[in-house]
């Protein structure tokens, strides 16, 4: 079931994205859901997932700006996985998995009673979508993976835990946004310090006493203690394969620390139909802002929503 709830989380930012509620999982997890446009039989709609310890700020504007391409109308349905943004924290003692994200993707697509959906995910929503399309393939009708593959990549799981370390230590509102502009900075080289405050919003808030608060459980870090720079994880390319009943994207940010060149260029490899995009200039998450990102996206669920019309018309 689902319901309107008002935002748990006061930060300017997501003003803008009002949430319904829905509950998942066996104990009602409350996930917040932000919907744009209308959902409908006639189209299919894009759920949109965010990184490991993301929400749905990366996405913000991204609908309204795809939907100004021509021949496009599409809903999306943008989503704070358990323990992010204005979603409910899991109990103290039960972790996160990549397994119970995927639950509660298909459990929010049943409660908004959508039958099939194209995934975008970044990162670690990528990896979600993967799992999604694993446990129920029909569920899902196209994908883009953003810096996201078969592979995890261990750096990036470390400088995520390092990063947070650092800033938790810090006290007094000056330090910490001058350490969150050169660690943002770091994944988008030029940009001004209004624009690095802003990216880095999408993560992090200054309460009134100058304390760092991130909008995502601090367990959430904790559970990548075990992770070091040189580890090699081990490859999972079956659940790559798990999308190759549907239309693929692929991308990837030059300057990512998530998804290596080699992996990129072996999925590619593998998926020799799928569209692809190599985004210049900066790292993860990729903005999703530029000309370029966005008529290649739109032109993708265009001929996702085309192909499924196709399948449709042969039941």
Same mark, same amino acid.
Request: net charge negative.
């Given at each position: 079931?689902?319901?309107?709830?008002?935002?748990?989380? &006061?930060?300017?930012?997501?003003?803008?994205?009002?949430?319904?509620?829905?509950?998942?999982?066996?104990?009602?997890?409350?996930?917040?859901?932000?919907?744009?446009?209308?959902?409908?039989?006639?189209?299919?709609?894009?759920?949109?997932?965010?990184?490991?310890?993301?929400?749905?700020?990366?996405?913000?504007?991204?609908?309204?700006?795809?939907?100004?391409?021509?021949?496009?109308?599409?809903?999306?349905?943008?989503?704070?996985?358990?323990?992010?943004?204005?979603?409910?924290?899991?109990?103290?003692?039960?972790?996160?998995? =990549? !397994?119970?994200?995927?639950?509660?993707?298909?459990?929010?697509?049943?409660?908004?009673?959508?039958?099939?959906?194209?995934?975008?995910?970044?990162?670690?929503?990528?990896?979600?979508?993967?799992?999604?399309?694993?446990?129920?393939?029909?569920?899902?009708?196209?994908?883009? !993976?953003?810096?996201?593959?078969?592979?995890?990549?261990?750096?990036?799981?470390?400088?995520?835990?390092?990063?947070?370390?650092?800033?938790?230590?810090?006290?007094?509102?000056?330090?910490?946004?001058?350490?969150?502009?050169?660690?943002?900075?770091?994944?988008?080289?030029?940009?001004?310090?209004?624009?690095?405050?802003?990216?880095?919003?999408?993560?992090?808030?200054?309460?009134?006493?100058?304390? !760092?608060?991130?909008?995502?459980?601090?367990?959430?870090?904790?559970?990548?203690?075990?992770?070091?720079?040189?580890?090699? !994880?081990?490859?999972?390319?079956?659940?790559?394969?798990?999308?190759?009943?549907?239309?693929?994207?692929?991308?990837?940010?030059?300057?990512?620390?998530?998804?290596?060149?080699?992996?990129?260029?072996?999925?590619?490899?593998?998926?020799?139909?799928?569209?692809?995009?190599?985004?210049?200039?900066?790292?993860?998450?990729?903005?999703?802002?530029?000309? &370029?990102?966005?008529?290649?996206?739109?032109?993708?669920?265009? =001929?996702? =929503?085309?192909?499924?019309?196709?399948?449709?018309?042969?039941?």
């Amino acid at each position: 079931m689902f319901k309107r709830a008002t935002p748990k989380l &006061e930060h300017t930012p997501f003003s803008g994205l009002p949430v319904e509620t829905i509950h998942v999982g066996p104990v009602g997890t409350q996930v917040a859901v932000h919907i744009y446009g209308t959902l409908s039989d006639a189209a299919l709609p894009v759920a949109c997932l965010a990184g490991y310890t993301r929400n749905m700020l990366d996405f913000a504007a991204l609908p309204a700006a795809i939907n100004r391409q021509p021949e496009m109308d599409i809903a999306f349905i943008l989503i704070d996985l358990p323990g992010r943004g204005r979603s409910a924290h899991f109990p103290t003692k039960r972790p996160y998995s =990549s !397994l119970d994200d995927a639950d509660c993707v298909l459990d929010v697509l049943a409660a908004l009673d959508v039958p099939r959906a194209l995934l975008l995910g970044e990162g670690h929503g990528g990896q979600v979508g993967m799992l999604a399309a694993q446990k129920s393939p029909g569920s899902v009708a196209g994908a883009v !993976l953003i810096d996201c593959g078969p592979i995890t990549d261990s750096r990036a799981l470390v400088r995520t835990r390092n990063n947070f370390e650092h800033l938790r230590g810090l006290r007094g509102e000056a330090g910490i946004r001058a350490a969150l502009r050169k660690i943002v900075g770091a994944d988008y080289p030029g940009e001004g310090e209004a624009r690095l405050d802003a990216l880095a919003a999408r993560n992090f808030g200054i309460d009134s006493k100058g304390r !760092l608060v991130p909008l995502f459980d601090p367990r959430l870090v904790a559970q990548l203690d075990k992770f070091d720079f040189d580890d090699v !994880l081990e490859p999972q390319w079956p659940l790559f394969d798990c999308l190759d009943h549907v239309p693929l994207m692929l991308v990837r940010t030059q300057m990512s620390d998530q998804l290596r060149r080699a992996t990129f260029d072996e999925m590619t490899k593998r998926r020799t139909d799928a569209a692809t995009l190599v985004i210049a200039g900066q790292g993860s998450p990729a903005l999703l802002d530029g000309a &370029e990102e966005i008529s290649a996206l739109a032109a993708f669920l265009r =001929s996702a =929503s085309v192909a499924e019309d196709q399948d449709s018309s042969f039941d």
